[in-house]
């Protein structure tokens, strides 16, 4: 960093810069941000992207950026974007792979306060500041998309779930639990399917099957079904498979996902009254975004009955998460109900 650009930053502490980390059961990506303005509202000064799995606890993650810092900053807030939900001094998630102390992490940094707001709370917000560009369609349609809700989900580690409401100075985030739903089969083999998830299981909800553990178990059901050796445990193998067309149960499974995906996203699309689209996140999809394109998700997702004129208005479109949960942990953390 040049002598500008640290004269810069240290100009800039004084007045808003302050992390904000979106953390999931695969990565933690943490940014160096403060507010700009309208144009801009969030500047991200620094981001740097870590797997979990290699490090002992959040707090051990959140050291390591800041002692990289190229100058002194003086960090007093956090925002932590992350899926589950706070219950007294922990964030409770199950997809963590340690477990998350609020007050370690203020004590251990010496921060003020840090606020905790749910992962796809904090994708929904920053769709606000995606272009055309920053996103793939999936389903285009001829109007431009009404003013109106925009439902934001995707599947990672777990299933992630949230509504956009478009206000007139901020938006409001409405955060969901729609991945615990229970899975409804729209098809005899996807029946079948069920009956093999359900061994073993009191409930079988839609993150059972879609999301990274989830693409491992249609992949293991099939496997029965067909009477063949489930040789591959882990998603990124079953994935690998899918696309290099090397194991049929592989194949098999990521269509499947593909076309409950579809069915699941129209219901939620007409539940929410998704006027205003669709944005499909997550850290599997763009592996698979090709699949994705040519599967049975767009005519799952119309087969709504009476519904499918109001879906035929409803974009969708797939972007990668990136940055997006840093910018709107940020966002949030400015703007949201409990803005500081």
Same mark, same amino acid.
């Given at each position: 960093? &040049?002598?500008?650009?640290? @004269?810069?930053?240290?100009?800039? %502490?004084?007045?808003?810069?302050?992390?904000?980390?979106?953390?999931?059961? +695969?990565?933690?990506? /943490?940014?160096?941000?403060?507010?700009?303005?309208?144009?801009?509202?969030?500047?991200?000064?620094?981001?740097?992207?870590?797997?979990?799995? !290699?490090?002992?606890?959040?707090?051990?993650?959140? @050291?390591?950026?800041? &002692? $990289?810092?190229?100058?002194?900053?003086?960090?007093?807030?956090? %925002?932590?974007?992350?899926?589950?939900?706070?219950?007294?001094?922990?964030?409770?998630?199950?997809?963590?792979?340690?477990?998350?102390?609020?007050?370690? /992490?203020?004590? +251990?940094?010496?921060?003020?306060?840090?606020?905790?707001?749910? !992962?796809?709370?904090?994708?929904?917000?920053?769709?606000?500041?995606?272009?055309?560009?920053?996103?793939?369609? *999936?389903?285009?349609?001829?109007?431009?998309?009404?003013?109106?809700?925009?439902?934001?989900?995707?599947?990672? +580690?777990?299933?992630?779930?949230?509504?956009?409401?478009?206000?007139?100075?901020?938006?409001?985030?409405?955060?969901?639990?729609?991945?615990?739903?229970?899975?409804?089969?729209?098809?005899?083999?996807?029946? !079948?399917?069920? $009956?093999?998830?359900?061994? &073993?299981?009191?409930?079988?909800?839609?993150?059972?099957?879609? %999301?990274?553990?989830?693409? *491992?178990?249609?992949?293991?059901?099939?496997?029965?079904? $067909?009477?063949?050796?489930?040789?591959? *445990?882990?998603?990124?193998?079953?994935? $690998?498979?899918?696309?290099?067309?090397?194991?049929?149960?592989?194949?098999?499974?990521?269509?499947?996902?593909?076309?409950?995906?579809?069915?699941?996203?129209?219901?939620?699309?007409?539940?929410?009254?998704?006027?205003?689209?669709?944005?499909?996140?997550?850290?599997?999809? =763009?592996?698979?975004?090709? *699949?994705?394109?040519?599967?049975?998700?767009?005519?799952?997702?119309?087969?709504?009955?009476?519904?499918?004129?109001?879906?035929?208005?409803?974009?969708?479109?797939?972007?990668?998460?990136?940055?997006?949960?840093? /910018?709107?942990?940020?966002?949030?953390?400015?703007?949201? =109900?409990?803005?500081?």
């Amino acid at each position: 960093m &040049g002598e500008s650009a640290k @004269q810069q930053l240290h100009a800039k %502490s004084a007045s808003g810069v302050f992390l904000a980390a979106d953390v999931g059961g +695969t990565h933690a990506r /943490i940014g160096l941000v403060r507010s700009g303005s309208d144009a801009a509202p969030i500047t991200v000064l620094r981001y740097e992207r870590y797997a979990c799995a !290699d490090w002992p606890s959040l707090t051990a993650v959140l @050291q390591d950026f800041v &002692g $990289r810092l190229d100058v002194t900053v003086h960090i007093e807030h956090c %925002s932590v974007a992350s899926a589950g939900y706070v219950l007294g001094d922990a964030i409770v998630n199950e997809n963590l792979p340690w477990p998350v102390s609020i007050g370690d /992490i203020r004590s +251990t940094l010496g921060l003020a306060d840090l606020s905790v707001v749910n !992962d796809f709370e904090a994708v929904a917000y920053a769709t606000q500041f995606l272009s055309a560009d920053d996103t793939t369609p *999936v389903i285009e349609t001829t109007a431009a998309p009404a003013p109106g809700p925009v439902l934001v989900m995707g599947p990672g +580690t777990g299933l992630g779930s949230a509504v956009l409401l478009p206000g007139k100075q901020h938006a409001t985030v409405l955060p969901t639990e729609a991945g615990q739903i229970c899975l409804a089969p729209g098809n005899e083999r996807e029946m !079948d399917i069920l $009956r093999i998830l359900s061994r &073993g299981r009191d409930y079988v909800s839609y993150e059972t099957a879609l %999301s990274g553990p989830g693409l *491992v178990n249609l992949y293991q059901a099939i496997s029965t079904l $067909r009477d063949t050796p489930a040789t591959l *445990v882990e998603p990124a193998d079953v994935t $690998r498979a899918a696309l290099a067309k090397s194991d049929d149960a592989a194949v098999e499974a990521l269509d499947v996902f593909c076309g409950l995906l579809g069915s699941f996203v129209g219901d939620l699309a007409l539940l929410y009254g998704a006027r205003g689209g669709v944005y499909l996140a997550g850290g599997i999809l =763009p592996q698979v975004r090709d *699949v994705l394109l040519t599967s049975s998700f767009s005519a799952r997702f119309f087969n709504k009955g009476v519904m499918r004129a109001f879906l035929q208005q409803v974009p969708v479109r797939l972007m990668d998460h990136g940055q997006l949960g840093v /910018i709107g942990a940020a966002g949030l953390y400015l703007h949201g =109900p409990t803005a500081h």
